[in-house]
């Protein structure tokens, strides 16, 4: 599949985008210029990220609900199980759905610091699908969880991810977002085991922009996603160069959807990093055209 058959025979495609809550005021104003940067691209949903251990709950929240208020976006909030009781979970909840949130990512999360094992509150949601039930039995969400294609830092197989995949699945989950992963035989590969034991879900591949390539390579060795050796040649030498690595970073975010796509993926999530001239440019590239906002 040609990048010229790409742009003029889109076919089917949905894509959503995820923002993290700003930490400052410089941010915030970086945040909104992205958000509007890509609203007339009409994605299915956006995400805003929970910090680990729940530490940008307000923040969250506070850009979430500005969306609904002020955007035609249909925002997800993520929401972890992390250092917070089912009480204190169950009131988040409800506040969203009073702010006329209707889409949850739910996620086990990291400990707070990102340091040491995942070790669940004594009052709290134990795991995923207790929460998505939790969530189901206050409001009927949408509900989108993760997965690993490359299989989850804590989990013991690729096997067990595949079950608790379809464990989510069955508490309520409705799609399933993947992990940034360059390997896109691998994300193939999860997709057919997935629909092998019986998960209907979409699955929906992660895709990150790499001009950061130094701070990709860090967030990969932390989510236990592998970085190619043929990508990190391809960033040798540039630290100072920040404009060659924008262009090799729309080089290769345009040829792995381009891969994906050639793999009969047509949902994509991208992790835009706040930043919206990458993503902006692959979806053009999809054949994703802007909207006249109303």
């Not at 464990?167 to 999860?190: E, H, I, P, S, Y």
Request: include cysteine; charge should be negative; charged fraction near 20%.
């Amino acid at each position: 599949m040609s990048l010229a058959d790409l742009i003029t025979n889109p076919g089917p495609l949905q894509v959503s985008f995820e923002f993290s809550p700003p930490k400052t005021e410089e941010a915030e104003a970086q945040l909104w210029t992205a958000i509007r940067r890509l609203e007339p691209l009409a994605p299915a949903f956006v995400s805003v990220t929970y910090g680990a251990g729940g530490s940008t709950r307000e923040r969250t929240h506070a850009t979430v609900k500005r969306m609904v208020e002020e955007t035609s976006l249909k925002p997800a909030a993520h929401l972890t199980c992390v250092a917070a009781s089912r009480a204190e979970i169950d009131e988040i909840v409800q506040g969203y759905w009073d702010a006329g949130i209707r889409h949850i990512v739910a996620l086990r999360g990291d400990m707070p610091g990102m340091e040491g094992p995942y070790c669940p509150h004594a009052d709290g949601y134990k795991s995923t699908p207790e929460l998505i039930a939790g969530i189901k039995k206050i409001a009927p969400f949408e509900i989108s969880v993760s997965f690993y294609p490359e299989r989850h830092p804590d989990s013991l197989s690729h096997g067990h991810d595949i079950e608790l995949l379809k464990a989510k699945m069955d508490a309520g989950a409705t799609r399933a977002l993947g992990q940034f992963c360059f390997d896109n035989d691998v994300t193939a590969r999860f997709r057919d085991d997935a629909a092998r034991a019986g998960i209907t879900i979409p699955i929906v591949p992660g895709v990150m922009p790499t001009t950061n390539f130094k701070g990709v390579s860090r967030m990969a060795g932390k989510a236990g996603a592998s970085i190619p050796a043929w990508l990190s040649k391809a960033y040798d030498g540039l630290e100072d160069d920040v404009e060659t690595r924008r262009i090799v970073a729309a080089a290769v975010l345009a040829d792995q959807v381009q891969q994906l796509r050639a793999r009969g993926f047509e949902q994509f999530h991208f992790y835009t990093l706040n930043q919206a001239n990458l993503t902006y440019a692959a979806c053009r590239i999809l054949g994703i055209s802007p909207k006249e906002l109303s």
